[in-house]
């Protein structure tokens, strides 16, 4: 799903560009080209916007220059997400030129932040939010004649619950789950609440349905997705019984053993000992936490408001990793957040060091309107800092995924098969429960989809490579 590139676009942009293409009814007329950026919600969401506008006749295609309506789904955790949305969008104009009654919509946490501002542009037709994708079709009709729409009313209840996801750029074999919408944490740096609203928790047995229907189709994994999975929490209406995160992750679980389950993304603050224990009791739930940290020091982590400092994280981290054997935790950092200091700085490396990540996802940080650190604090570290700042972190966390990743040379893997290798289709390649991606040779008896055994034989700082034992 994601690869650690370096540099500071890399968990939520480097799909960018990336084109969905569904085979559709293909005697349906109207064609829709969406693109997404973002995070794996927004990915699923565009999932749900391709199976909301398959209702109304809309086929999806990979070709802009072909489409009657083209829909980006945005991004807007860094002004560097936005900018290249904005270069897009210059580039479907240029495609509506050539043909006037091509529809342009912008949906996501773009159109939740900037709201009006982009129909002012003329840059767009419609500007739908994240909780407003029902009201697509009835917007795209009355933007095909002539009335440019907006609806980015953000729900406390909207959950598409019972819209079956659209997969789209599906390698058949995992899939996600979008198991809550919205953040009530207000970490001081960040967007997300203020262009996904408040947090709320899906049913579990529409979850649970979601994760059959996959499993009975062929998927052999799922990725539960949330801001905060650790928050998940779902009152029964029939009986009131509650269901935590930790007992959602057993019951997707106890779907098969030939089924696994990933999910992200975990809060430090959240995590409980029973979701940890839960996810060493289940051998099909990956032996990999995403968790993370943004900073090492814990002043910074204060002025950040993530409710936990140094101490409570490593706390968090000893305890999984003395209860789940092997497990490979990950991390998203910030470098440069407002006051940070060479030593804060230090702080950050050596927890880098400490924890000995498998991977991380790096940045440096970009001040967003409304935040509370916008209000409130001096974006004044310097933009070459925060530069250098970043360098060094990269630098250390690729030392870093380079020994966790050498440190697996002459083991042996489960891996499941996702599917060939980019770059040969004489090579599969797959995961480790761990996340790590495995390259190794075909052996003519195994396929997309099956379960094998790999012995690794070299590393990277990215990738493992191998071959098939079984
Ligand atoms: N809910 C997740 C994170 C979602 S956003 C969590 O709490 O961990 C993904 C990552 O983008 C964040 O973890 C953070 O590292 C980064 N990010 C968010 N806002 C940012 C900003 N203003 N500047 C730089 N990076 C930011
Ligand atoms: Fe943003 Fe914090 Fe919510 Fe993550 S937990 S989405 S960083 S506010
Ligand atoms: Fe970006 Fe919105 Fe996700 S700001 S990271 S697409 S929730």
Not at 20 to 33: C, D, H, L, P, Q
Not at 333 to 348: L, V, W, Y
Not at 405 to 422: P, Q, R, Y
Request: hydrophobic share 35%.
């Amino acid at each position: 799903m994601f690869e650690n590139k370096g540099g500071e676009k890399i968990v939520d942009e480097h799909r960018q560009g990336e084109i969905f293409e569904v085979i559709g009814n293909t005697s349906k007329a109207r064609r829709v080209y969406i693109e997404s950026y973002g995070c794996q919600m927004n990915f699923n969401d565009s999932e749900i916007v391709a199976a909301i506008l398959d209702q109304h006749g809309y086929q999806p295609t990979g070709d802009l220059e072909k489409s009657d309506l083209i829909l980006v789904n945005t991004c807007s955790i860094r002004d560097n997400a936005e900018q290249n949305i904005r270069k897009r969008l210059t580039i479907y104009n240029k495609a509506k030129k050539s043909n006037p009654s091509v529809v342009v919509g912008v949906l996501g946490c773009m159109a939740e932040r900037l709201k009006d501002e982009l129909l002012a542009e003329k840059m767009v037709d419609i500007v739908v939010g994240p909780d407003a994708y029902r009201s697509l079709p009835q917007l795209i009709e009355q933007a095909q004649h002539g009335n440019k729409g907006i609806n980015v009313l953000l729900s406390k209840e909207e959950l598409y619950d019972d819209i079956q996801p659209v997969r789209i750029d599906s390698n058949g074999v995992s899939a996600f789950i979008t198991i809550m919408r919205g953040c009530n944490n207000m970490c001081s740096f960040c967007v997300v609440p203020f262009t996904r609203g408040r947090e709320r928790s899906r049913s579990s047995y529409s979850i649970i349905a979601e994760a059959i229907e996959l499993f009975e189709k062929g998927y052999r994994e799922v990725t539960l997705l949330g801001q905060n999975v650790d928050s998940y929490f779902w009152t029964n209406p029939e009986d009131n019984s509650v269901v935590s995160f930790a007992r959602l992750l057993s019951l997707v679980a106890d779907i098969s053993p030939m089924l696994r389950v990933r999910f992200a993304t975990s809060h430090p603050k959240d995590i409980t000992d029973e979701v940890i224990n839960t996810i060493a009791k289940y051998p099909n739930i990956c032996k990999y936490i995403h968790l993370p940290v943004q900073s090492g020091s814990t002043r910074l982590l204060d002025l950040m408001k993530r409710t936990y400092d140094q101490e409570w994280y490593l706390e968090r981290i000893n305890k999984i990793y003395s209860v789940i054997p092997g497990v490979a935790i990950s991390s998203d950092i910030i470098a440069g957040f407002c006051t940070e200091t060479e030593e804060d700085h230090q702080e950050t490396l050596k927890i880098i060091r400490e924890v000995k990540y498998s991977m991380s996802y790096m940045f440096y940080y970009s001040e967003r309107p409304r935040t509370y650190a916008e209000r409130n604090l001096k974006d004044d570290v310097p933009i070459e800092v925060k530069k250098r700042r970043l360098n060094e972190i990269i630098q250390l966390q690729n030392e870093v995924s380079l020994q966790h990743n050498l440190a697996d040379v002459g083991k042996t893997f489960e891996v499941l098969i996702e599917g060939d290798s980019k770059k040969s289709n004489e090579f599969h390649k797959g995961r480790t429960t761990q996340n790590k991606m495995v390259i190794f040779p075909k052996n003519g008896s195994f396929s997309k989809g099956d379960y094998v055994f790999v012995e690794i034989t070299d590393a990277n700082s990215a990738t493992l490579k191998g071959h098939i034992v079984n």
